[in-house]
Each structure stands twice: as structure tokens, then as C-alpha cells.
């Protein structure tokens, strides 16, 4: 009769399925050993190193261990309302008076001692249930800072990639630079003899003028980079300097950015799904407490003190005996706070498939981008090697005299975007399988696996 009083038929219409409990695994397993190897499959031990000062250093992490140390601190709180309380009081005091032999008191002293316990009998599982809220909590906090690890070698990883990728465009624009310059050399002696027109020189300048400029911006923009990584990484920007220069100037690639398929269960391992479940799990023993909070409850209290003076001697007074307390009227605030957990639920379960749809949406959006990406860099690949054949071709010509400056200007910008074409599609790949990284909360088994009859393969797979 008394579970029945706190039943849950308020929460039927909410009409989710939800799990009684997260069984997920943990990203990399929780360690960060794991999560570093991962990553070296991209072959890139400055990558690796800065992960780990980011997983090391960053403030971000500190932040969610403290939540989860906050959590803890209010289950044990939690749980402490489910046993007997027992406090002790003591105290000592002397007095007298002084004066003539009629009005003196003698000096004496009185002294007491006592102790109060009181429990609370949890007839209907109101503290049971706010335990359960609390230990889901715990859960959540857990899982957030298992998405903030995830989140962070995300964003460590996408800014080392576009830093070596900016590198490589400021380098495609340097080295064209440096061609203009020559042309401006050679355009000025010939205009000096008079075999060529003072418009191709002026040409030739604001070319060059006008790639200085991007050159200077793309050097910042690679600057940027490099802050973005110090900050990420604990603030120490001669580190990670070191650290860039030591590495590779390719762009880190993983060894096959090809995918068959990703396990549709890698879905469940998304810390942020894990968080929005408990959350769920952690309103219902909210539910709970409200409605547990609408009947009697009864508590067993009991106080012994002793007390004594010199003047009067000792006595030991006690008490115990149960105490029931009766809702009565209270202008419906209990009630109400039935229903603010209800709506609490509700939107609990509303966060919940919204973060699932939005988790599918972000797994499928990744894999479109990183199979068209990878699909594009043998196009752009063609491109740039054609468009680079046609201007050597223009600039011989115009060595020749056979084709105007103009002919070649525009030749020559052809080819250049197409190679930073080629360096951004290659970029893209990259960050987008990074991205995909963090839809799948923290990667994928990447390891062959034998493979399946379809029907089972099409079942366990999200294509």
C-alpha cells in the first residue's frame, strides 16, 4: 500500500522508452592513455604530445571535476538523511558572590551534558529517492566531463590541422611572391629599353602588391593558430612552438579515411546521450521525492541530559518517542512541487530525443562530408597539376614574347587556387573526420573486424 502511494502514472504520458540505467562505454575507456592512441594513428607525435598538455592543463577539465566532487558532496549528503542523527551539547559555569559574611554565596559550579538522535523513518522513500537523484547526477557530471576530454582533443586536434594547412598556403603564396618579384625585375629592365609597355610593369606591381597583402593576412591567420593551440594547451606558447616546429608540415591524415560503415552502437557512447539519460533517471527519483513529500511522515527523536551543581547534585532527564507529522493545509505547495518535477521529467525526456536526433544528424552529416571530401581530392588534385602544366606553358610563352603579361598573370593566379583549392579540400577531409570523432563521442574501433552476414551487418551498422 505504501509503494502504491508514490506511483508514477503521472510520468506514462511522457511516452519514452528510457533505459533504467546508462550501460555505455566510457570514450577511450576513461584513460588517457587510450585517448592518446587514438589519436597517433594519425602519425603525428606533436599532435599526440599537444593533446596531452591540453589533457593535462586546460582549465575546462578542472571545472568538470569539481561538478563531479559538487555531486558527490550531495549524495553523501543525500544518503546521511537515511540514518539517525545523534548530537551531543555540554557546558561548565561557576558562580558565587562576594560581600560581607550575611549576603556572601560560596562559589559553586554547574555543569550539564546532553545528547539528541532523531530519525526520520522513510515510510514512502522520499530520501531514497532523493539518493537516487543524487547518485544519477553523479553519472551526469561524469559523463559531461568525459564530453568535455572529448570535445577538447576535438578542438586541439582541428586547430593543428588547420595551422599546417595555413602553413602550406602561406608557403604556395610566398613562393609565388618571390615569381612576381622576379617578373617585376625583368619587367622593369625591358621597359627601361623600351621593349615593353609601362602598363605591363604596373601590372606586374599591384600583382605583386596585391599578393603581399594576402601573404600578410595569411601569416596572421597562422599566428592565430598558434595562440588558439597555447590557450588550449595550458598557455604555454614557447611549447608549443617547439612543438610545432618539430613536427610534420603535411597535414596530419589518418591512415585510411575511408569508412565502410560506423557500429550503430558507437552512438550510445556519446557522453552527452549518456548525460541526458541519467538526467531522465535522475527526475523520475525527483518525482518520487515530491510525491513522497505529500503523505505522513515519522520520525523516532529522543534526548538524555544530565545536569548537576554543587548546590543541588545531579539529575538525568530523558525522553524518546515517535513523532508523526501530518500534511494537512498548506495551500497546495506540495502539490505544486509534484508537478515542477513532473514538467521537469518532461522536459528531461523532450532534451533527451531532441540530443539523440541531433547525434544521429551530426553522425550522418560527417560521414557525407568526409566521403565527399575524400571523393574531391583526386579532382582537385587533377586540377591543380593541369593548371600548373598550363602556366608553365603561358610563361614560357611569355618569356618568348609570344603572350602577353596579362595572359600570364591570369595563368598564374589559375594554378595558385588551384593548389590552395587542393590544400583546403585536403584540410577538409581531415577536420571533417575529426568532426566525426566527436559526433561518435570519441572515435571508432578502427581495427578490421570479420566481416558479417548482411542481414546482421545491416542491422548493427549505421550507414
Not at 504520458?13 to 592518446?36: C, F, M, Q, R, Y
Not at 559538487?70 to 538523511?81: E, I, N
Not at 617578373?183 to 604596373?202: H, Q, V
Request: aromatic fraction near 6%; charge should be negative.
Amino acid at each position: 500500500m505504501l509503494s502504491g502511494c508514490a506511483s508514477f502514472s503521472e510520468l506514462q504520458s511522457a511516452d519514452a522508452k528510457i533505459a533504467t540505467a546508462w550501460h555505455a562505454a566510457l570514450p577511450h575507456d576513461g584513460h588517457v592513455s587510450n585517448l592518446e592512441s587514438w589519436w597517433s594513428t594519425f602519425n603525428d607525435p606533436s599532435l599526440t604530445a599537444l593533446i596531452g598538455h591540453a589533457e593535462a592543463e586546460n582549465p575546462s577539465l578542472d571545472s568538470s571535476i569539481a561538478d563531479i566532487e559538487k555531486a558527490r558532496a550531495t549524495l553523501a549528503s543525500a544518503r546521511a538523511s537515511l540514518f539517525p542523527s545523534l548530537s551531543g551539547s555540554g557546558s561548565v559555569s561557576g558562580s558565587g558572590t562576594s560581600g560581607d559574611t550575611v549576603n556572601r554565596i560560596e562559589a559553586g559550579t554547574t555543569s550539564s551534558g546532553g545528547l539528541d538522535a532523531s530519525w526520520e523513518i522513510d515510510l514512502f522513500g522520499k530520501n531514497r529517492q532523493k539518493s537516487e537523484a543524487a547518485r544519477q547526477r553523479i553519472g551526469e557530471e561524469v559523463a559531461d566531463w568525459h564530453d568535455a576530454r572529448v570535445s577538447l582533443a576535438a578542438e586541439v586536434a582541428d586547430d593543428y590541422v588547420q595551422y599546417r594547412a595555413c602553413r602550406q598556403i602561406e608557403n604556395a603564396y610566398s613562393v609565388e611572391l618571390a615569381s612576381q618579384r622576379d617578373t617585376i625585375r625583368a619587367t622593369e629592365t625591358a621597359a627601361s629599353s623600351g621593349l615593353t609597355s609601362t602598363s605591363d610593369l604596373a601590372l606586374a606591381r599591384a600583382s605583386a602588391a596585391s599578393s603581399s597583402s594576402t601573404l600578410t593576412e595569411q601569416r596572421a591567420e597562422c599566428e592565430v593558430l598558434v595562440k588558439s593551440l597555447a590557450e588550449l594547451t595550458g598557455g604555454d606558447e614557447i611549447r608549443v612552438r617547439q612543438l610545432l616546429a618539430k613536427g610534420k608540415n603535411d597535414i596530419p591524415t589518418p591512415k585510411n579515411l575511408r569508412i565502410a560503415a560506423v557500429p550503430a552502437a558507437a552512438l550510445r557512447q556519446r557522453p552527452d546521450i549518456g548525460a541526458l539519460e541519467q538526467e531522465v533517471a535522475a527526475t523520475v527519483a525527483d518525482v518520487g521525492a515530491a510525491k513522497a513529500d505529500l503523505y505522513p511522515s515519522l520520525s523516532l527523536s529522543g534526548s538524555l541530559t544530565v545536569s548537576g551543581s554543587t548546590a543541588t547534585g545531579a539529575s538525568l532527564p530523558w525522553s524518546f518517542g515517535p513523532s508523526l507529522t501530518i500534511p494537512l493545509l498548506d495551500g497546495g505547495s506540495r502539490s505544486a512541487a509534484v508537478e515542477s518535477a513532473i514538467a521537469d521529467y518532461n522536459k528531461a525526456v523532450a532534451k533527451y530525443k531532441s540530443g539523440v536526433l541531433s547525434a544521429i544528424s551530426d553522425i550522418e552529416t560527417d560521414l557525407v562530408r568526409v566521403d565527399s571530401t575524400r571523393k574531391r581530392i583526386g579532382d582537385a588534385a587533377t586540377a591543380a597539376s593541369n593548371y600548373r602544366t598550363y602556366f608553365n606553358s603561358i610563361d614560357t610563352n611569355w618569356k618568348a614574347g609570344g603572350a602577353s603579361l596579362l595572359d600570364r598573370e591570369e595563368a598564374r593566379r589559375s594554378a595558385q587556387s588551384a593548389e590552395i583549392t587542393l590544400i583546403e579540400v585536403r584540410r577538409d577531409a581531415v577536420r571533417y573526420w575529426i568532426a566525426l570523432y566527436k559526433a561518435l563521442g570519441g572515435g571508432w574501433d578502427l581495427k578490421p573486424s570479420a566481416p558479417a552476414p548482411e542481414k546482421t551487418k545491416a542491422q548493427g551498422t549505421l550507414l
